[in-house]
């Protein structure tokens, strides 16, 4: 065994303090020098990450106690990323499961738990965030142990050391009542209860990629684990893969190692350490690096099925190729692609027409993750509804269901019950802790699209909605499309505040005065049932008889502002989401106000 290191993984639900736990442990390691100046969340360093405040990419990090290497990997708490959970905790020979002390154990925190036993992986439990006034971490640890109990684990998991902290205080203790000093408690249960990495020094080298990156110098970047032998500078290897033939010899021209937030050049990795090989463009997730003559690849690493497909298309409407830079068919594919290959829980195929492609993903953020992504490097392209992914089991057709908890204040439980019940959910579950009320849905996926909205209306903006895959069951009947229909621009223009004006009593805008609109083009939410063009660039008619005062001043409400995700979730099946790098606009599929109604006679036909 080597003795000297330990690889622990950090899994824990959104917003449970993993990131922030990882910088307590930085400065208790004395991994950061005194008085540098860095951010919270250290690892968080993807724009979107800090923007919301979650983490998206799985991280690996380390720093040493007592002579011991401590590899750490940070993974994502949103279900949405659970392909990154189930690469990386292949790097791992136990994790870390925080739990907030109030909230107790949520729908990621079972997503993680699984996989980990499903490795088995031994896990280690800390009671995070006991500073919170709320804290009740003696029923959280017991609705821990029955959390653990309902997954199946073993006896020996089942007695699981626990800790009890303040990542953003930087303390733990072995008891709640416990002198709250610093992270020692912490450091001692992770060497003494992690074990430690299984050696075969004198084998053969098997090197697995969990994880792809890129940089200008080096290419292609591999991130994974030494199972067995050594990995040198030099060393000339093969990937290979279990389900397909092995790939070009190539040579080791990079080879790093990471320490606390840098990563340093090394000579050799042994064998149960995280190495960090450039260079690679061969190289894929789960491919296994091999001696030229000792071809011995290890399993592949297996994900669950994407539960979301959507459309990603060419932009067709009047305004396109004037923000974008990427605009394209072979552009798109080209950035689809080299996502597939980072992130393998994504799927590019085909679309409809020849240019439109089919993406699959885990869920709507996920997909709008990438969406985001691409805007940002400059691509134009459109968008449709996304849509679950139906699969055969046992020759009948079934759709995948949700776990799916929501916190809410005890006064809106019966509207969200009523909601989400008309949306073909079961209630499983409900609880209440403190003011507000856990509630637990098997819900059908499709039926949580469009959810989030309006359970934010239902309760005036306090529900946190949180889900994660269950299984695949039968079709679970018709689900409320969207209620209300939208207001379409029937000409091109500017919009012009006294239009707008006029037109405040059809429905909520989502443009504010002087912004171009084209033909088609969705403009807001009509307060009935069916779409109505208007028009919104039309004038004021000027005269030469104007009475002094008599003009009044238009004020109009702020127009409605949805982000990605909203949108994503608002448009419907004959719609598109045209986005480019400086905007996000609905329109109608067809443009014309003819053409829609030729399309719904045909349809009806």
């Not at 998991?157 to 416990?178: I, K, N």
């Not at 073909?424 to 909205?453: S, W």
Request: net charge negative.
């Amino acid at each position: 065994m080597t003795t000297d290191i330990r690889n622990i993984a950090i899994v824990a639900h959104v917003d449970h303090g993993k990131t922030t736990l990882v910088d307590a442990m930085f400065r208790f390691a004395g991994a950061l020098r005194e008085g540098q100046d860095v951010p919270d969340c250290i690892l968080d360093s993807n724009p979107q990450e800090r923007e919301r405040g979650i983490t998206i990419l799985a991280k690996n990090t380390s720093v040493t106690w007592h002579g011991t290497r401590i590899n750490i990997v940070d993974t994502p708490g949103h279900a949405d990323f659970g392909g990154q959970v189930e690469r990386t905790l292949a790097m791992a020979d136990a994790i870390l499961l925080l739990v907030d002390s109030f909230e107790g154990p949520m729908p990621q925190t079972r997503f993680v738990l699984r996989k980990a036993f499903e490795r088995g992986l031994r896990a280690l439990v800390m009671v995070n965030k006991l500073d919170r006034p709320d804290a009740r971490p003696h029923a959280v640890l017991d609705e821990v142990f029955d959390l653990f109990v309902d997954l199946g684990a073993h006896d020996e998991q089942l007695e699981f050391p626990v800790v009890y902290g303040s990542g953003r205080d930087g303390y733990a203790m072995v008891e709640p009542e416990d002198e709250r000093k610093d992270l020692r408690p912490l450091f001692d249960l992770l060497l003494a209860k992690v074990p430690a990495p299984q050696s075969d020094l004198d084998g053969p080298l098997r090197f697995q990629a969990a994880t792809l990156e890129h940089d200008d110098h080096l290419g292609r970047i591999a991130v994974g684990r030494v199972s067995r032998g050594v990995l040198r500078m030099g060393d000339r290897l093969r990937p290979c893969h279990p389900d397909h033939e092995p790939g070009a010899p190539l040579t080791v021209r990079s080879l790093l190692r990471q320490e606390g937030l840098q990563r340093i050049a090394v000579d050799e990795v042994v064998c149960g350490d995280i190495a960090v090989v450039g260079g690679v463009d061969e190289v894929s997730i789960g491919d296994t690096l091999c001696p030229l003559d000792a071809l011995e690849p290890l399993p592949a690493i297996t994900l669950d099925e994407p539960t979301l497909s959507m459309e990603f298309r060419v932009n067709t409407s009047p305004f396109a190729g004037q923000e974008g830079k990427y605009v394209t068919s072979r552009r798109i594919l080209d950035r689809l692609e080299k996502a597939s290959a980072r992130d393998v829980a994504l799927r590019v195929g085909p679309g409809k027409t020849p240019d439109a492609f089919s993406v699959d993903g885990r869920g709507v953020m996920h997909l709008s993750v990438l969406v985001e992504n691409m805007r940002r490097e400059g691509f134009e392209f459109a968008v449709g509804k996304p849509h679950v992914i139906i699969k055969e089991v046992d020759g009948v057709s079934c759709e995948p269901w949700e776990r799916a908890t929501i916190e809410v204040p005890g006064d809106s439980a019966g509207r969200i019950i009523d909601y989400l019940g008309r949306r073909r959910g079961e209630m499983v579950h409900m609880d209440t802790v403190g003011a507000l009320a856990q509630i637990e849905f098997l819900i059908p996926a499709r039926g949580l699209i469009g959810a989030r909205t309006a359970l934010l209306t239902l309760s005036q903006g306090e529900a946190i909605l949180s889900h994660v895959f269950e299984c695949y069951r039968p079709d679970g009947g018709p689900i409320p499309r969207r209620t209300s229909g939208v207001l379409i621009a029937d000409r091109a223009g500017d919009s012009v505040a006294y239009s707008l004006d006029g037109l405040t009593d059809r429905g909520r805008f989502f443009v504010a005065p002087g912004v171009p609109v084209y033909e088609g083009m969705i403009i807001g939410e009509n307060n009935r049932g069916e779409d109505l063009d208007v028009n919104v660039c039309r004038a004021k008619k000027l005269t030469n008889m104007r009475a002094a005062g008599r003009d009044d001043n238009v004020k109009l409400p702020p127009p409605l502002d949805m982000s990605l995700e909203e949108l994503l979730e608002y448009v419907e099946d004959n719609e598109l989401l045209e986005v480019t790098p400086t905007n996000l606009r609905l329109r109608k599929n067809v443009l014309t106000e003819v053409g829609r109604r030729k399309e719904a006679r045909r349809l009806k036909v």
